[in-house]
């Protein structure tokens, strides 16, 4: 065996390296996941959003609910039987609108109950199908987040106060335009809240809701810890199952740099100071 040789075999040995790292990650995912599944005899189905290592201009790119991932979510609760409970792992800042309120009705048309888990955090998009959930457990320092919707860059409620606020004189065609679409926006979303509460509380609870989460009463990044989600009637309780953390670890965040935080992955107690 010469030089070239060696040197051949330790080029593809190291470029099957990651392919290998990622399928056996993948295989701890799964194992993981029917683990979690024998426990709760339940189905379980992550909805997972991570920042991606590439980037353009420089910007990372982030994922976030989409219409493939509709697709996903809701052939797996197609694939459950109507007495299995689902439990649905959130952690996503958001996304589509249409593509959150098709899983949320999804979610809600299930028969059996359905648990949100949420890690860390389940912001708009994710906070819409947590809505749709039977019950959503979180994690102490994990939140929710407001559901009011966004033209562009600037919150709808904001576009539609300025039309309020400002002589309509005084106004372009273009803000009149998305005052016009911001109007419809809100009453969509607060629409769309409605159904999804609908069946759980009384009326007037549910206009409540949806007319606080949905119309602009905080900023769109406001977090809404599980403390604020009980105080506003919502059916939350503290405490995942260590399995979820676990499941969780198997979905690291890609690091193209050196990484911010750092620490030994182990349990620390009180007896290691002896």
């Known amino acids: ?30 194992r993981m996941i029917a683990r979690i599944q024998k426990q709760r005899n339940s189905r379980v189905i992550l909805l997972i959003h991570r920042q991606e290592t590439m980037s353009f ?26 007495d299995v409970p689902i439990d649905l792992v959130l952690h996503t ?9 098709q899983i949320a009705r999804a979610v809600k048309a299930h028969p059996a109950k359905v648990t949100a888990f949420v890690p860390h955090h389940a912001m708009s998009g994710g906070t819409l199908i947590a809505l749709a959930s039977d019950e959503i457990v979180m994690d102490t320092h994990a939140v929710l987040g407001p559901v ?32 016009d679409m911001a109007e419809k926006a809100l009453r969509q979303m607060k629409e769309n809240v409605t159904e999804l509460l609908s069946g759980r509380y009384d009326d007037d609870k549910v206009q409540d809701l949806a007319q606080k989460l949905s119309q602009g009463t905080w900023t769109h990044d406001h977090p809404i810890t599980s403390r604020d989600a009980r105080a506003l ?17 198997l979905y690291p965040q890609p690091v193209k740099r050196e990484p911010t935080v750092e620490f030994l992955p182990i349990p620390r107690t009180s007896d290691q100071r002896k």
């Not at 051949?8 to 790292?21: K, N, Y």
């Not at 800042?93 to 309120?101: K, T």
């Not at 059916?235 to 969780?248: A, S, T």
């Open 1 to 30: 065996m010469t030089i070239l040789d060696l040197f051949w075999i330790f080029f593809i040995a190291s470029a099957m390296q990651p392919v290998l790292r990622q399928k056996m990650l993948e295989a701890a995912r799964q």
């Open 57 to 82: 201009l420089g910007f990372p790119v982030m994922k976030y609910i989409d219409i493939n991932d509709a697709e996903q979510v809701i052939r797996a609760i197609h694939m459950t039987d109507n």
């Open 93 to 101: 800042p958001g996304g589509l609108v249409l593509a959150a309120l």
């Open 148 to 179: 009011d919707p966004q033209m562009g860059q600037y919150p709808a409620a904001s576009l539609l106060r300025v039309l309020k606020d400002k002589p309509i004189d005084k106004v372009e065609d273009k803000s009149i335009v998305m005052g």
């Open 233 to 249: 009637g919502l059916p939350v309780k503290d405490g995942l199952p260590d399995e979820i953390y676990q499941l969780m670890n």
